[in-house]
C-alpha cells in the first residue's frame, strides 16, 4: 500500500493485504459481486468467457460465449467487458465482439449464453465496443464506447462512428451521446447522489479522470479534470480503466500502479499496488471487500468496517 494522506486509512486499514484469489486469465476484467449468489463474476475479455469465483470452491466456467456470439472464429478482444446488475437484478454486460450493450436473458442461478439487446446503435450506426457501464437508481444505464473490441482496432473497416463517445441509454430505450471529447473513454461511475459522472480516459498520452455534472434529466454538462496521471505512465503498468466509486464518494480506480483513491475533489489518497496493470475493481454487498482484476489474476483486499 502506498499512503499519502491519513484519509485512507478510514478506507483501507493499516493492515490490509493483498490476496490472490484466482489465476491464469488473458486478460480479466469486469468483476462484478452477485450477492445472491455469494459469487464473484468476472470477465476474461480474449476468452469470450465469464468466470464465476466462490470462497472454498475456487473458479468455474460461468458463461461462454460471453460477448461475441458470431459464427466465424474473430481474434483481437471479443468477450464481454464491464458487467453491472441493472434495476431488476439482471445481468447486464458490455460486449465487444457483439458491439452492444446486452442483457442475460437467463437466471444467475443457471445461466445460459442467451441475450436481449439493450442498445447496439446510436443514429442508426453501430458502437464500436461497448468496455464499461454503470446503472443510476433509476435504471438509466451509463456506458463508454472505446475501440478496443473492434478487432482491427482504430482503423477497423467496419467501424462506424467517428466518436469514442460515452452514452446513456434511458428506461424507454433512447440512446444519448453525453460526452463526445475524450479520446479512449474507459470506466465509468456515479457519485453517491448520482450529480457528479466520472469517466476515465485509457489514453497514455491523456491519461486522465474527468468528471461531469449530471443534471435531473440526464444531461451532462461542465466536463472538468479530477486527477492526471499522465507523467505516471511510463514508470507504473496500467492506464486510467475501471472505477468503482464508494459510498463515502471517494473513488477506487485503476491506473497507472495499481488501485489509486481519489477523493471526490481529486486528491490522491493512496495506491493500492498491484504489480502489474489493473484493469477494473467492485466492493462486496457491504463495500468491506474490494475485488481487483489485473492482468492474469483477480486480487482480493479486506477493507473492513462495512458501508461507510
Do not use: C
Not at 474473430?74 to 442483457?103: I, M
Not at 459522472?197 to 497514455?204: G, I
Not at 477523493?263 to 496493470?277: M, Q
Amino acid at each position: 500500500m502506498e499512503r499519502l494522506s491519513p484519509v485512507l486509512d478510514a478506507l483501507v486499514p493499516p493492515d490490509a493485504a493483498i490476496d490472490v484469489i484466482a489465476t491464469g486469465f488473458e486478460w480479466a476484467e469486469g468483476p462484478l459481486w452477485l450477492e445472491s449468489e455469494q459469487t464473484l463474476v468476472f470477465s476474461d475479455v480474449p476468452a469470450n468467457t465469464v468466470f464465476a469465483w466462490r470462497e472454498g470452491e475456487g473458479v468455474t466456467e460461468w458463461l461462454k460465449p460471453s460477448g461475441y456470439t458470431g459464427d466465424r472464429p474473430r481474434g483481437g478482444e471479443p468477450g464481454a467487458n464491464g458487467l453491472a446488475l441493472d434495476s431488476e437484478g439482471r445481468l447486464l454486460l458490455a460486449q465487444h465482439g457483439d458491439r452492444q450493450v446486452a442483457r442475460l436473458a437467463a437466471s444467475l442461478a443457471e445461466p445460459r449464453p442467451v441475450f436481449e439487446t439493450v442498445a447496439s446503435h446510436f443514429r442508426g450506426k453501430r458502437f464500436n465496443s461497448p468496455n464499461d457501464l454503470t446503472v443510476d437508481s433509476a435504471g438509466n444505464v451509463w456506458f463508454t464506447d472505446p475501440p478496443y473490441g473492434l478487432e482491427g482496432g482504430v482503423d477497423d473497416p467496419a467501424r462506424e462512428l467517428d466518436t469514442f463517445g460515452v452514452y446513456r441509454v434511458a428506461t424507454d430505450g433512447t440512446v444519448t451521446l453525453v460526452v463526445d471529447d475524450l479520446s479512449r473513454p474507459n470506466g465509468i461511475g456515479l457519485s453517491p447522489d448520482e450529480a457528479t459522472l466520472y469517466v476515465a480516459n485509457s489514453d497514455p498520452e491523456r491519461a486522465v479522470w474527468m468528471a461531469y455534472d449530471v443534471a435531473g434529466d440526464g444531461s451532462v454538462s461542465g466536463g472538468r479534470l479530477l486527477f492526471d496521471a499522465t507523467t505516471a505512465v511510463p514508470d507504473a503498468p496500467g492506464l486510467p480503466d475501471g472505477l468503482e466509486v464508494h459510498p463515502s464518494g471517494h473513488l477506487f480506480a485503476t491506473g497507472p500502479g495499481g488501485v489509486l483513491v481519489l477523493s471526490p475533489a481529486g486528491d490522491l489518497l493512496g495506491r493500492i499496488v498491484t504489480g502489474s496493470a489493473a484493469a477494473n475493481v467492485a466492493f462486496d454487498a457491504d463495500h468491506a471487500t474490494l475485488y481487483v482484476t489485473a492482468d492474469d489474476r483477480v486480487l482480493r483486499v479486506r477493507l473492513g468496517g462495512g458501508t461507510r
